[in-house]
């Protein structure tokens, strides 16, 4: 028994080691792809130098420490807080629904910030009175969250299950897709270009009061997921099964989604329409670390800031001379990623 028991311990040990040297993969991936996102541009900069105007920031030109620290630094790390917030949204929709096509681009929360800011650029409509320079955000998250509201009161009807808020998100996307349709037919040609480019995506106009923003929201929710670690592990074995652990599984569906929409509807506000990595960066994590949520979570986080980093990188390089839209990318990018991982690891994503 006692030997059992060791070899159990030494088995667990083994298995967080694992996964702590994958998490620290993860990281060192991210630091590497955010030196390159630095780097290219316009001007291109050296490596050596982009790490130096990081940490040693007098042995570089004025010129260099400018581009790389007040110019490209905010767009940079708009990516990476904007791909964990989205991840993590997209990995706890997932588990409380038990399906993996969640994400808040499938659910139409992305959809719903798309149609709201067409409205202000397109016809100058706000849902509220507010500055005109945060009118699209504004207008873009108050619409996401309403659809994240329908949704909820919608599968509070009797008989409602996961598969029936699953179907109700794919009615919103096809909703608001179709609202979009016509404000783009009834715009101008300068509302219509507008609103063409900001449902593409784009990090271009990103800035550090934008990036503190999303990180906010990244700082208040992450500990609450946190500390439902275990319950939402549990998730994954059923809502019987997770009922049966005390966990009260109605309470802790609404909050999750109530969070996630808030996770999800703040970044896309800011930067448009991104919907592929709440999707694959998930996954990603899952083949890599697992369920439990302990190390899943920051996996996910992860993995999704990786991916809208190196699709960075790739808007750069794929047309010389010219940035690519971040949304564009992430498809181009994720999407033969993502059939690659489900065709050789079908039976392990889910």
């Not at 809208?308 to 010219?322: D, H, M, N, Q, Y």
């Amino acid at each position: 028994m006692k030997n059992q028991e060791l070899i159990g311990g030494q088995h667990y040990r083994h298995v967080v080691r694992r996964r702590l040297f994958l998490l620290a993969g993860l990281g060192t991936a991210l630091f590497v792809s955010i030196c390159f996102d630095l780097s290219l541009g316009p001007a291109s900069i050296p490596l050596v130098d982009v790490v130096r105007a990081l940490f040693l920031p007098g042995t570089v030109t004025d010129q260099v420490s400018v581009v790389v620290r007040d110019i490209r630094l905010p767009v940079a790390a708009m990516a990476v807080v904007v791909g964990a917030a989205l991840a993590i949204a997209g990995a706890q929709m997932q588990t409380i629904l038990n399906n993996p096509l969640a994400s808040p681009f499938t659910l139409g929360i992305s959809a719903a910030a798309g149609f709201g800011a067409s409205l202000v650029l397109a016809f100058g409509i706000t849902v509220l009175p507010v500055a005109a320079a945060i009118m699209v955000p504004v207008n873009a998250f108050i619409m996401a969250m309403l659809a994240a509201l329908v949704i909820h009161m919608l599968s509070m009807r009797r008989g409602a299950n996961t598969q029936t808020i699953v179907l109700l998100g794919i009615a919103m996307v096809f909703s608001f897709n179709a609202l979009l349709a016509l404000v783009q037919f009834l715009a101008s040609s300068e509302g219509l270009a507008a609103v063409v480019f900001w449902t593409m995506g784009s990090l271009t106009k990103a800035t550090w009061p934008k990036f503190f923003v999303v990180s906010a929201i990244l700082v208040i929710v992450l500990p609450v997921f946190i500390r439902r670690a275990w319950a939402m592990t549990a998730m994954r074995m059923g809502d019987d099964k997770a009922a049966s652990f005390g966990i009260r599984v109605g309470r802790l569906r609404l909050e999750t989604m109530l969070l996630v929409s808030l996770l999800a509807a703040i970044p896309v506000s800011f930067v448009g329409t991104i919907g592929f990595v709440g999707l694959v960066g998930p996954h990603i994590a899952r083949l890599m670390i697992g369920e439990d949520q302990r190390f899943f979570l920051p996996a996910s986080a992860l993995a999704g800031a990786l991916l809208l980093s190196a699709s960075s990188v790739a808007s750069k390089t794929l047309i010389s001379g010219a940035i690519l839209p971040i949304g564009i990318v992430t498809s181009l990018v994720g999407i033969p990623f993502f059939v690659s991982l489900v065709l050789t690891n079908s039976k392990k994503l889910w």
